[in-house]
């Protein structure tokens, strides 16, 4: 089975930073990464897929990449309404398996 | 507007079933593969089940597989999961998502 290592599991961060959220898979998974970012009682909104394709209404502060088996989200400029729980998801081969996720919060 | 909705909850004894439904709207089901995620409390997401378009392809996590069943109707644009033999390890919010749009969820509770 494919393995997504994500780091941090936490992230303590000030309005305006510059933040980065890593997974790391297993084995190779080409595109098949997409990033999802959860609000507390909410259900989880689609942010990126493909690894660096914006999904739909998502801000253009969002950003994906990818550097062989590294994925990263990462947030140009943090706004509050940004806090959230962030995971990524591989959906190249069965079975899909997600990021242990990431807690971003205001430090 | 795209619509997922969940139902078919509950409290469950373990070893009982129970089925899920998701009804669609805003999209053509038809065209798309679905997925059922779930989401312990407290506890991070994991995938349990995915189907493609028209059902040719299923997929399924080691920890339900032979226990679920996904299914879907196109017609009725329902996507299904069966779930059988439920553990306690099996209480979560379950979600029905499509690879764009999630439900609200749906709570799964398996005690005695």
């Known amino acids: 089975d494919i393995q997504m290592t994500q780091s941090p599991s936490s992230l303590p961060a000030s309005l305006g930073d510059r933040v980065t959220i890593t997974c790391r898979a297993s084995?190779?998974?080409?595109?098949?990464l997409r990033w999802f970012q959860q609000k507390p009682g909410k259900s989880p909104r689609l942010m990126i897929y493909?690894?660096?394709n914006l999904a739909a209404g998502v801000p253009s502060r969002f950003s994906g990449s990818r550097s062989g088996s590294d994925y990263s989200l990462t947030i140009s400029s943090l706004e509050s309404e940004d806090m959230a729980d962030y995971y990524c998801?591989?959906?190249?081969?069965?079975?899909?398996?997600f990021g242990s996720g990431t807690k971003l919060e205001i430090k | 507007e795209v619509q997922l909705v969940e139902s078919g909850g509950g409290l469950v004894q373990p070893g009982r079933s129970l089925k899920l439904s998701c009804l669609a709207s805003?999209?053509?089901?038809?065209?798309?593969?679905m997925n059922w995620i779930r989401q312990a409390p407290g506890k991070g997401l994991e995938w349990v089940a995915s189907?493609?378009?028209?059902?040719?392809?299923?997929y399924y996590a080691d920890t339900v597989k032979g226990r679920f069943t996904i299914s879907r109707d196109n017609a009725k644009n329902t996507l299904y999961l069966q779930m059988t033999s439920l553990r306690s390890e099996d209480t979560a919010l379950y979600y029905c998502?499509?690879?764009?749009?999630w439900g609200q969820g749906v709570m799964v509770t398996v005690s005695s």
């Open positions: 493909g690894a660096t």
């Open positions: 189907i493609s378009s028209s059902s040719s392809y299923i």
């Open positions: 805003g999209f053509t089901f038809s065209n798309y593969g």
């Open positions: 998502a499509s690879p764009w749009d």
């Open positions: 084995q190779d998974i080409g595109n098949y």
């Open positions: 998801l591989q959906s190249k081969e069965s079975p899909f398996t």
